[in-house]
């Protein structure tokens, strides 16, 4: 069974900056991608971030800048450096992986994010 834990999540003041962790654990053989992906209140659960296992990353627009991934896949862990926060980055943040062989895709609980103005 398969886990990711999140955690770095809390109230920040705009302008502030907050660092996620996310970390896997159990039965994982490969690690394919691992990201984030955010949800507002009353809104759909959008991309944030991802990265590969070749390092390769893609970002939402609204992040480029101001957001970094990264990852350790010998810890089997993704960052989120997030900097210049904003109130609209006020969300819960998912940490999202594509682990194993067959495109596996597993999800954290999730970790409040709260931007004050």
């Known amino acids: 069974q398969v886990q990711l834990v999140e955690s770095g999540g809390g109230l920040v003041q705009a302008g502030g900056s907050l660092r996620l962790s996310c970390a896997a654990s159990?039965?994982?053989?490969?690690?394919?991608?691992m990201g984030w992906y955010r949800q507002a209140p009353g809104k759909q659960r959008d991309l944030v971030a991802i990265i590969d296992n070749d390092g390769d990353t893609k970002y939402a627009d609204d992040v480029k800048g101001r957001f970094t991934i990264s990852n350790d896949n010998a810890k089997k862990t993704v960052y989120l450096q997030m900097n210049a926060l904003k109130p609209e980055d006020t969300a819960v943040y998912y940490c999202?992986?594509?682990?194993?062989?067959?495109?596996?895709?597993?999800w954290g609980k999730g970790t409040l994010v709260t931007v004050s103005s």
């Open positions: 159990g039965r994982i053989f490969r690690v394919n991608t």
């Open positions: 999202y992986a594509d682990l194993n062989y067959g495109g596996l895709e597993y």
